[in-house]
């Protein structure tokens, strides 16, 4: 059979480079050992049993995921150690029980006493301690308890372990850190996602309520922090691909972004300075994260079909399905000749929002024309 | 077996309601009659085979589609009369040719000379004409030959007619009409749209070259058109669903809103004015269509379980599975009391995106609770 190559995949369709997500992987667990900590994975990013099994630090775990959806399709590929990190709500339990019951250490997530009542409630009622982790709100920009609303923390606490659930611990995620821009403001997110968590743990462990787990982490902090005392875990997800909001925050380099979209050109209109081409906002999501950023990369940067980034060329505009590409508002580069069928690869603003338009990927290396492989991901809750 | 409810549902699920959809379908259609055209529906917004059948005006077609997924889909289905109505590029034009000898008159468009050589090279080399229309720039919002471009339009029919492929007309769509706000400016879009179509007809046929078909459309054009001279079908989408920015635009109202997504509230955040619900951009998609209309509706417009709307209560930002409610800055509304577990819908800016999003659609009636169908749809190229 004929090998398939970049040439030959149909467009538009999503590309893994095998090599950057390597390098990715490899950087952020080295700067985790030198903290003597381990990573739990976030598997939203690529929820595919592929990207996990070379994400995570065994076959078994642990992991962090955002759907039960995940927490099932991990749990059947031999996931035993996973964290369902969105605030549980009470008709979801029979599916938590359900993969606890099937050997999954499956542990949930809440911030209010009305959600440990309920989880407290099924533990009783399933003979079972469900695991209970408290969110806790480090920086304002989701849910959450408050580090220092004590009498809060010590009463949800008290529900579940009085109640026979399972007080696993405390957990955090510092989403603010995606608005730093330079290394000493995402230092002291980090910092502040750490004192955070170490603090919610103290109330509870003061208040002689068990508090194993500490678990910090976005792709930000985890990167850029320095000193973890008192964690005992690091969550991450959008590093094992990282996209151009990474980039612009400047947590990775452009060159670093393993995922991208191959397209091919179908049109032009020269009067405007503009190359059409087959991946449009349904092949890139809608995200426009870096709108934000100092450099607005439109629905996404341009690269030839390696992967190399033409200067100042974004997808400028995209409907359904016709992405418009033009320079950057300003440059004084020059438009390259594509011509009709030419392909280019377009990295995303968000790997997550633009890999879950997609239902595999396209595995290659750096510098290589061959597809080496088709991993399956899957979507849904 | 008991019955799915409004109730049982896992969330976040997307919510057809086929009460509006049947109305929603049968004002355009009458519509339309009052002109005597007949409807090529736009399947790229449903992407379902059951609302294919109840948009389009007979189970074989007409129909529009934006990718040759769709084509394959709709065609497995029994639809015989297709426009894929995205420029053809080279490299998918086998597609359409098995498409094709399997007995689907799938047309494509096409909007240069360099497209129309290698559709006509491929016509004679796969002995048969593969019917093709000139897309036309009605209104400068993306691909296109511009009605006037006289020389560059015969030259694209002459190298189809003569080299043996099919001429069968010209296509145009009106994108520039989703920035209209009032009835004159949607009105004056139709007409620009019928009179660019109907112009690049006449260049044709003055030359000597056929042009049976002029086919324009989009919804808003669609609705407010007034006369239709010289124009053979007409092209819509978003029509059946409807969605925010419809509502913006002043299309429809929201009421008409026939597709939403149904959520759970997971926490508060008293002291913000937040409800999280497991809506988040992940259930709603990234689309922020109406940030640039008069009303900002966030990610979607919050809606009690049977879709009645809270007075000012929208989805004011999104994780990637946390909504977050809260009321539209400046209200003086209070917020409603949604208790954890409390389930609510919310009506999309888009319902292309949203759609996309899901795999299937449950069907309810307006005001029923009982889920009376499950309608799969599909996504990919």
Redesign the interface.
Known sequence: MEKTTLRTL????LMLDADRMGRNVQRLKSHLATLALGLRPHL?TGKSVEVARRVMMSDAGPATV??LKEAEQFAAAGVRDIIYA???????LYRVLALRAAGVDLAVIL??V??AR?VADASREAKTRIPALIEI?CD?H??GVLPDETERLVEIGRVLHDGRAELRGVLTHA?GSYSARDQASLEQCAEEERAGAVKAAEVLREAGLPCPVVSVGSTPTAHFSRDLSGVTEVRAGVFVFFDLVMAGIGVCTVDDIALSVLT??????PD?GWI?V?AG???M????GTAKQEVDQGYGLVCDVHGKPYDDLIVADA????G?IALRPGSEGILPDL???TRVRILPN?A??TG????SYHVVRDGSDVIEAEWPRF???
Chains 1, 2 share one sequence.
């Open positions: 149909e467009t538009p369709c939203k955002s759907t969105v605030g549980i709500a009470p008709g979801k911030d209010s009305e959600q309920f709100d304002g989701r849910s989403g091919t050109v179908i049109g032009h209109q405007k059409l087959d906002w349904m092949a999501s809608r995200d426009r409907n359904q399905e016709h418009v011509p009709i069928g968000h997550c929002a879950a338009q997609y239902d979507g849904g809750w």
